[in-house]
């Protein structure tokens, strides 16, 4: 019962990146309240963000083999442009949720497709930061 948490480019800068497109609550106080939940339900979580697509792939191919249950992966812009964080998920044997701060089907249309959305098991966007929280909440409810 672990759970991972992937923060794509860009995202260290949540709080202050145009928070009227995605929110006042700082990276910190994401992880802090999913650290909370997480912990509440008995369940092992761990955050993490970078700015690099091969630090991502090394988590998630690090995740197929320490027993990870789920990624909850928030890829950011890789999202509309990485096969390879696409081949990475597709190795892992766990469930899969995709996570946008934003609607990305109301924005630009580069952002309507998302190379990720091939392999998530589901897709949230569009509910600000307690997007990941009804993520986390899935994954532990659909978890006998
Ligand atoms: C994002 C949407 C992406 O299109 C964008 O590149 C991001 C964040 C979101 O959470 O809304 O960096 O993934």
């Known amino acids: 019962r672990k759970i991972l948490v992937l923060h794509g480019p860009n995202l260290n800068l949540l709080g202050m990146r145009q928070p009227e497109i995605y929110g006042h609550d700082t990276l910190e106080d994401i992880n802090t309240a999913l650290f909370e939940q997480a912990s509440?339900?008995?369940?092992?979580?761990?955050?993490?963000?970078?700015?690099h697509e091969g630090q991502l792939i090394d988590w998630i191919q690090a995740a197929r083999l320490?027993?990870?249950?789920?990624?909850?992966?928030?890829?950011?812009?890789?999202?509309h442009t990485s096969v390879a964080i696409l081949d990475a998920l597709n190795a892992f044997e766990g469930r899969?949720?995709?996570?946008?701060?934003?609607?990305v089907h109301k924005r630009e249309s580069f952002r309507h497709h998302s190379y990720v959305s091939l392999r998530a098991d589901g897709v949230i966007?569009?509910?600000g930061s307690q997007g990941y929280h009804a993520?986390?909440?899935?994954v532990i409810c659909q978890t006998a």
């Open 40 to 51: 509440l339900a008995g369940w092992e979580i761990a955050c993490r963000q970078s700015n």
């Open 66 to 79: 320490d027993g990870t249950t789920a990624i909850i992966i928030n890829p950011a812009a890789y999202t």
């Open 96 to 103: 899969v949720i995709e996570v946008h701060l934003s609607n």
């Open 125 to 127: 966007a569009g509910l």
């Open 135 to 138: 993520a986390l909440e899935a």
